[in-house]
């Protein structure tokens, strides 16, 4: 069995396989966590209002540190957005979609999804030299940041490579596209146990936090 | 059968090959091995010395479509020249002997030429059981073992033969295997394909009456002049796999303009074979052309890599049942995890009270 073979076959299957038990695990984990019983007298009942509220403030940067953490707030968004472009509309990958979820959409064309390509990669390059070098930063960076960074970063390059045709070292196309789902995989493994796992969090924490605030009466 | 000493350039002006084509033929095969121009004359010297060739061929579990590619070629190809220049002493579908007197033919051709001829099999060899393929009440693999002997080298011809092909798909019902695995101890040129192409048995069998040796092979045994490149690297159609316009169905006007087929479940990027540069059929198409995904039957285990009309980039997820023992493996091991967690944080706070 060719390495191709291996991550268009097995690999792929264990790999959606664990992404999927993974997020249920970690999900029901979350919810069946223990709480104690809040007795206090509610301040504001409108806990959904409270939690939308939240998710909306929380995803522009607060005014009072507005100056200081623009940049990464701003770069932070350019790279998810173009990170999921590309996964959502370059043509190679919406015959994956449309065998998952059984319809797709039309793809955008290759020179944009490029640039999108190029443009998020060098972000995603900056921001992690900048981490690396960042007083700040670099203190609050653990092994779990790096890997993730890694996993996020490598599907992109070895994409690119394997679109562009690219054979660093005489890999043939095959080998590179091998590579590129097994870069997929490892990422789709390392997702639910990660810091990664906000893709699936991130929303909803936001909001339990703010329908959580507002019953206290709080507004942030 | 003896050993046939007329040279390969009687034998051709015999049938009435002029000069001028013998030098065109000779241009002809020079180029399609991507030599130099200058060769062309060491190629014309080469065979005019040459003394025609004995070739045994020995069909195993074969659908013979790759005797019919080489000699359905439509009008005079240089490869019926070569095939009718060649000494085919051997070779069930086209040969008028039976029975006995062709295997007594095939023996007298292997004692005359023992050590020189070449040995061309398609087919795969079955291991399963002796039985389940016999030629004459010789198992093939007994038959291949016997011939190879005396062969100065081994062609392999089709997919069958080099990788074992549809017989070996999954479950390989046979045991077949390709000669590669029978064969050990002679050089082995897998001409893969399903078929191959007519020009690369044709320029196999050249290069090896004008060099005295086989061609240079990639790492799957396949001459690298014809399989160095993949068919998405030659493919016409490769300027839309690059601005991203694909054909979504086979009747659709990405399909009718002409648009790249990986969507379609082209095999082209990872297939390496001569169809988009040399065609079939005189030149005049290949698969692509004629509107049709590359399947790929140049490679090992076409017949097991996938569906042929899913694209490259489709996985195997599995299924919506699948999905579904998945995500019950995670609630359970979730809820174990947060019933024992709980179990842990209520016997903390027992600890904790006075």
Not at chain 2, 153 to 181: D, E, K, W
């Amino acid at each position: 069995m060719t390495l191709l073979d291996f991550v268009r076959g097995p690999g792929f299957f264990w790999a959606f396989t664990i992404l999927i038990a993974g997020i249920v695990l970690r999900i029901a984990g979350l919810l069946l966590f223990r709480r104690r019983r809040d007795l206090s007298t509610p301040r504001d009942t409108s806990r959904v209002l409270g939690g939308l509220r939240t998710v909306a403030m929380r995803s522009v940067p607060p005014h009072e540190l507005e100056k200081n953490i623009k940049f990464q707030h701003f770069t932070g968004y350019a790279w998810h957005l173009g990170w999921f472009v590309t996964f959502l509309f370059l043509g190679a990958h919406l015959p994956l979609i449309r065998s998952v979820l059984g319809f797709a959409w039309p793809n955008l064309p290759n020179s944009v999804i490029l640039v999108i390509t190029a443009v998020t990669l060098g972000t995603l390059v900056t921001l992690y030299v900048r981490r690396l070098f960042h007083p700040v930063l670099r203190v609050i960076t653990d092994v779990d940041d790096h890997i993730s960074v890694l996993l996020v970063i490598l599907p992109l390059i070895t994409g690119v490579a394997a679109f562009a045709h690219v054979a660093p070292f005489g890999v043939r196309y095959e080998t590179m596209l091998g590579i590129h789902l097994l870069s997929i995989e490892a990422l789709m493994v390392w997702l639910p146990f990660s810091k990664i796992f906000h893709v699936v969090t991130a929303l909803m924490t936001r909001f339990r936090i703010g329908a959580a605030f507002i019953r206290r009466g709080v507004r942030a | 059968m003896s050993h046939d000493e007329t040279r390969l350039i009687d034998h051709l002006r015999a049938r009435g090959v002029s000069r001028r084509g013998f030098l065109k033929f000779c241009a002809a095969l020079t180029s399609a091995m991507a030599l130099p121009p200058s060769m062309v004359t060491v190629v014309a010297a080469a065979l005019e010395k040459a003394r025609r060739p004995s070739v045994i061929w020995l069909p195993f579990q074969e659908c013979t479509g790759c005797t019919e590619s080489i000699t359905r070629a439509h009008g005079a190809t240089i490869e019926q020249l070569i095939f009718e220049a060649i000494s085919l002493d051997y070779q069930h579908t086209l040969q008028a002997a039976a029975g006995d007197a062709a295997e007594l033919a095939r023996h007298e051709a292997m004692q005359a030429n023992w050590g020189k001829y070449l040995l061309v099999v398609d087919g795969s060899v079955p291991l399963g059981n002796p039985g389940f393929s016999t030629i004459a009440g010789q198992a093939n693999a007994d038959m291949l073992t016997e011939a190879a002997k005396g062969a100065v080298a081994i062609i392999a011809v089709g997919s069958c033969a080099s990788f074992g092909g549809i017989p070996m798909a999954n479950p390989n019902p046979t045991g077949a295997v390709p000669i590669s695995q029978i064969v050990r101890d002679k050089p082995i040129v897998n001409v893969s394909g399903c078929p191959p192409i007519p020009i690369v048995i044709t320029s196999v069998l050249t290069h090896f009456l004008t060099f005295g040796k086989l061609p240079e092979l990639d790492h799957l045994g396949r001459p690298k002049v014809f399989y160095g490149e993949s068919i998405h690297d030659r493919c016409y159609r490769r300027p839309f796999y690059e601005r991203g316009q694909f054909a979504e169905s086979f009747d659709d006007e990405g399909a009718r303009k002409g648009w790249c087929l990986y969507k379609l479940g082209c095999k082209g990027p990872v297939t390496y074979n001569a169809c988009a540069t040399v065609k079939w059929n005189n030149g005049t198409s290949f698969p692509i052309e004629a509107g049709h995904g590359c399947i790929g039957c140049a490679e090992p285990n076409f017949w097991d890599r996938g569906g042929f009309y899913d694209a490259l980039s489709v996985t195997h997820w599995g299924t919506p049942k699948d999905v579904a023992i998945a995500a019950a493996a995670g609630i359970a091991i979730g809820a174990t995890a947060a019933v024992l967690a709980r179990r842990k944080q209520a016997a903390a706070s027992k600890e904790i009270k006075p």
